[in-house]
């Protein structure tokens, strides 16, 4: 990475940003905008369109249009994939652009980013344009005068709507597989992190992707996202993000069109540190970067550690070493290892759960404050909180920021079950040498992943999803696709 391109693609105005609907940029049909404020130094950076229900009705429209005529779905599979491979391209020799255009906007260190944003978003496109023309029906075993046949038929409108942590990479988890499939989309990127995404998506256009197949709507969630997950139009939904915003689009397809609804919520993983485990440094630094990176904002990050008790002091010390060893701070420094906080509600949320953590008892042995303020940027201490009880807040709550909640166990089983005593189960992971207990770990903790002695990581091949109120289905590998298909059977009588 050279810094020196970095610093003049930051030093670059950002032009505003319009809608993209039917192929064409489009304001807001009532002429707002948003300001889009940049975590690094609470800098107005540009605007986007304050979306209205007319403007995301006018998307789904489109995106209706575009699939019934067919001009996507049916052409012949190498035409699609072709299309595909060329935006996977178009991003990759986009990279660096889009991965500081997406930093300046929601503050992840650009280190990351520029492998999670734009490098993992081209490998995701380009995976499912690869599949696309392996994926054939099914001819059932029938008796001899039928013939059963088992279409995939891709669900018609897709509404993708995206959280801001990761805006490319998981736009492209849902994006990928839903245009292979020859769906079309209307994209619904978060209020605080839509840049990246919305020129991703004007990359689509200029690789090939027909006007309407794949439009983008920005605004607030409760406007243009309620009516996206209200119309009768949408057959899916697919999202990431909160629990909160979860329950509703649930309710929507109940109160609509019974749409079916796939979620990726949020979680509290365990990252549970047995005394035998193989490499106990290398577990507290990975333990240190599997909640600190991305200032904490990961929905797999490790925010829950729990350590057996002989070795605890030990290792918190070792995880508060790896800690300091990371460099907080401007996130387009290419030696940052912990960016900003995306907004300042996410800051202040992030302190307040500290405030909450000590008044219940739990003892901040690093972080806890704000720093860099002089900069008007976002950034908070990496924070590491011991002494957290299985209902504490801080035990129970996921804070989506950089703080790390240690509760240590003397058993296996203490440790199973302290693992599984959150409503959550998105990731986790178990440190140990003992083989059997591995194995035991990966079946008794209530997790969508687990890993074994190492965290994170997990690339594009294995599926992302989670158990309980984490969600339900799965994006990435070749099980995403089930979403956006439907199965329909041929029963002819010959
Ligand atoms: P959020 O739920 O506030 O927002 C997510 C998206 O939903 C945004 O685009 C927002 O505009 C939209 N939205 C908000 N209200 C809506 C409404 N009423 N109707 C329709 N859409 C609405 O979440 P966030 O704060 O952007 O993201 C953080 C959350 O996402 C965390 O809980 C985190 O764990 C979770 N997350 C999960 C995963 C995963 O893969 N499981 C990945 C990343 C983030």
Redesign the pocket.
């Known amino acids: 990475m050279d810094q020196t391109k970095i610093d003049t693609l930051r030093a670059q105005t950002v032009p505003a940003f319009e809608h993209l609907i039917d192929g064409k940029h489009m304001p807001a049909s009532d002429g707002r905008t948003m300001d889009v404020i940049s975590p690094i130094d609470g800098s107005v950076l540009t605007t986007t369109a304050a979306g209205t229900s007319a403007d995301m009705t006018a998307a789904i429209a489109s995106a209706r249009a575009a699939f019934e005529d067919g001009r996507w779905a049916g052409q012949p599979p190498a035409a699609r994939k072709a299309v595909l491979m060329r935006w996977a391209d178009l991003i990759e020799r986009n990279a660096l652009e889009l991965a500081v255009l997406g930093v300046r906007d929601n503050g992840t260190e650009i280190s990351m980013a520029l492998k999670a944003e734009p490098g993992s978003a081209a490998t995701t496109i380009r995976y499912y344009a690869e599949a696309l023309d392996k994926i054939y029906g099914e001819i059932a075993p029938t008796s001899a005068d039928i013939l059963g046949m088992i279409h995939k038929e891709p669900v018609g409108v897709v509404g993708a ?6 805006p490319m990479m ?1 736009g492209a ?1 849902k994006l990928g597989p839903a245009l292979a499939m020859g769906n079309s989309v209307v994209l ?6 839509s840049l990246s995404l919305m020129r991703m998506a004007e990359l689509a256009l200029e690789a090939g992707l027909p006007p309407g197949v794949l439009n983008a709507v920005t ?4 406007v ?3 009516t ?2 209200l119309s009768m139009e949408v057959d899916v939904l697919a ?8 329950r ?2 649930m309710e ?1 397809a109940a109160r609509s069109n019974m749409k079916r609804v796939y979620l ?4 509290k993983s365990p990252n549970i540190v047995f005394a035998d485990a193989p490499n106990l440094d290398e577990a507290a630094k990975v333990a240190a970067a599997g909640i600190f990176r991305n200032a904490g ?4 990050a490790g925010s829950r550690l729990l350590v057996e008790a002989s070795i605890h002091d030990d290792f918190v010390a070792a995880v508060g070493k790896a800690t300091q060893a990371m460099r907080v701070g401007d996130p387009l420094r290419v030696d940052t290892n912990i960016g900003a906080v995306n907004s300042e509600t ?1 800051l202040k949320a992030n302190l307040g759960f500290v405030d909450t953590a000590r008044s219940e008892g739990g003892e901040i042995v690093l972080g806890g404050d704000r720093i860099m303020a002089e900069t008007g940027g976002y950034y908070m201490a990496p924070t590491i909180v011991t002494g957290v009880g299985r209902d504490a807040t801080l035990a129970q709550k ?1 804070v ?1 920021g950089p703080i790390l909640a240690v509760t240590p166990f003397e058993t296996e089983q203490e440790a199973v079950s302290l693992a599984n005593s959150t409503v959550y189960g ?1 990731a986790g992971a178990a440190w140990t040498a003992n083989l059997g207990r591995a194995h035991r770990m990966v079946k008794a903790v209530r997790t969508g992943v687990m890993h074994i002695n190492t965290y994170g990581g997990a690339d594009g091949t294995v599926p ?3 158990v309980g109120q ?2 339900n289905g799965s ?1 990435k590998s070749l099980h995403a696709i089930e979403k956006y298909v439907n199965l329909k059977t041929a029963w002819i009588k010959l």
């Open positions: 709507i995206i959280p801001w942590n990761f998981i988890w619904k990127p978060a209020e605080t992190a605004g607030e969630g409760r243009v996202g309620e996206l997950g999202f990431t993000g909160s629990g909160a915003t979860g509703r689009l929507y990726e919520l949020g979680g904002q990961v929905c797999v996410q996921e989506f998105l992302l999803g989670g984490s969600g994006d």
